[in-house]
C-alpha cells in the first residue's frame, strides 16, 4: 500500500512540474512574440528623423498614394481623411475607419484620441508637421517630383520593412518596371509629342518635365511639346492660344474638377474651336487622365501601376 501511495505522489509531482514547465514556455513565447513586436526602426526624411515601433498597428495615414500602397499590401489604416476619396479607395468612407479631418485641415483632437503607433504625412501636411510629431511619431513619405521613380520605389520599399511586405513590394515594383519598360519601347518608336494639361474652372495649367505630373515625360520618354514649361505646383497658367501654338500630337487632360467634385467639365472648355485645330484633337488624342489617379492620389502601388497603363493605352 505504501509503495502504490509513493508511486502515485510521485506521478502528482511530475505532472505539476510539466505543468509549471508548459507555462514557463508559453511565458518565454509571448515575451519573445512582444519582444518581436517592440522592435524599433528608425527613418530619417525630409522633415526629420523619426523612431518608431515595426508593425506599428494603429496608423493614421494623409496621402493617398500610400494608402492604396498599404491597402494592396493588406495593411489597414485605422484614420484617414474621409474627404475626398478617391473612388477607388471608397471603402474607407466607412464608419469603421475614423476620420482623420482633411488633407489640409487634420481633426487633432480625433487623431489624438486614437492614440496611434505611428502618422504618415505628405506634401499638404509638411507645414503642420510639428503638430502631428507631438502626437505620435510622424514621417514625410512624399514623391519627389525631380527623380519620380526613385522617389516613389525608396518609399515603397520602407513601406515594406514597417509592415515586414518586403517580398510582396519586390514583386509589384518589378511588375511596374516591366510594364514602363514596355511603354518606353512604344513611345521611343514615334515622334509625337504632348502637352500636360490640368483644367479647371475653364482655366488650363500646363505641366512639362520634372513637374507633378512631368514622369509622363520623365519616366515613360514622352517628347514634351513645350520643354520651357515653369515647373510649379500649379504649374504654369497658358491661354487656349497657347496650346494651338504649340499644336501637340497629344493633349494629356487632368481634371480637377472631377476629382474635387465640381460640375462643370473640362472637355467643354479644353474642346474649343481653337484646340480643335491641333494635331491632338484632329487625330483623337485628347486623353483624360483619371483624377482619382492622377491629381488625388499617385506615387502608390496601385495609383502608379494605373498611371503606366493609361499612357500604355495611348502608345501601344
Given at each position: 500500500?505504501?509503495?502504490w501511495?509513493?508511486?502515485?505522489f510521485t506521478?502528482?509531482v511530475?505532472?505539476?512540474?510539466a ?33 518608431f ?25 485605422a ?23 482633411t488633407l489640409?485641415?487634420?481633426d487633432?483632437?480625433?487623431?489624438h ?10 506634401a ?7 503638430e ?7 514621417i ?11 522617389s516613389?520605389?525608396d ?8 509592415f ?10 518589378a ?12 513611345v ?22 520634372a ?24 504649374g504654369?497658367?497658358?491661354s ?25 467639365s473640362?472637355?467643354?472648355s ?19 487622365l ?9 506615387g ?17
Amino acid at each position: 500500500m505504501k509503495k502504490w501511495l509513493l508511486m502515485a505522489f510521485t506521478l502528482m509531482v511530475v505532472a505539476f512540474l510539466a505543468a509549471c514547465g508548459s507555462e514557463d514556455a508559453g511565458e518565454t513565447n509571448a515575451a519573445e512574440k512582444d519582444g518581436e513586436k517592440a522592435e524599433t526602426m528608425t527613418v530619417t526624411h525630409e522633415l526629420g528623423e523619426t523612431t518608431f515601433e515595426k508593425n506599428p498597428e494603429t496608423v493614421v495615414v494623409f496621402d493617398f498614394g500610400i494608402l492604396d500602397s498599404m491597402d494592396k499590401l493588406g495593411v489597414e489604416a485605422a484614420a484617414i481623411p474621409q474627404e475626398s476619396l478617391p473612388g477607388y479607395l471608397e471603402k474607407y468612407e466607412g464608419e469603421e475607419y475614423v476620420n482623420a479631418g482633411t488633407l489640409k485641415e487634420a481633426d487633432f483632437e480625433a487623431i489624438h484620441a486614437l492614440d496611434p503607433d505611428l502618422i504618415i504625412i505628405s506634401a499638404r501636411q509638411a507645414d503642420m508637421y510639428e503638430e502631428y510629431a507631438a502626437i505620435a511619431p510622424t514621417i514625410h513619405m512624399a514623391v519627389d517630383t525631380d527623380n519620380y521613380m526613385t522617389s516613389f520605389t525608396d518609399n515603397m520599399n520602407l513601406l515594406g520593412e514597417i509592415f515586414g511586405k518586403e517580398e510582396q513590394v519586390k514583386e509589384e515594383l518589378a511588375s511596374i518596371e516591366a510594364t514602363i519598360e514596355e511603354v518606353n519601347t512604344a513611345v521611343s518608336e514615334t515622334d509625337e509629342k504632348a502637352l500636360i494639361l490640368l483644367a479647371n474652372e475653364g482655366k488650363v495649367s500646363a505641366y512639362g518635365p520634372a513637374s507633378r505630373f512631368g514622369l509622363i515625360h520623365d519616366v515613360f520618354g514622352v517628347q514634351p511639346a513645350d520643354e520651357g514649361i515653369e515647373v510649379s505646383t500649379h504649374g504654369q497658367s497658358v491661354s487656349y492660344e497657347y496650346i494651338l501654338e504649340q499644336n501637340p500630337d497629344v493633349i494629356f487632360v487632368i481634371d480637377r474638377n472631377a476629382a474635387v467634385g465640381g460640375e462643370a467639365s473640362a472637355k467643354d472648355s479644353v474642346e474649343n474651336e481653337l484646340v480643335q485645330k491641333t494635331n491632338a484633337y484632329k487625330n483623337g488624342k485628347i486623353v483624360y487622365l483619371d483624377p482619382d489617379y492622377w491629381y488625388l492620389s499617385g506615387g502608390g502601388l496601385v495609383s502608379v501601376n494605373q498611371m503606366v497603363q493609361d499612357i500604355q493605352s495611348v502608345f501601344q
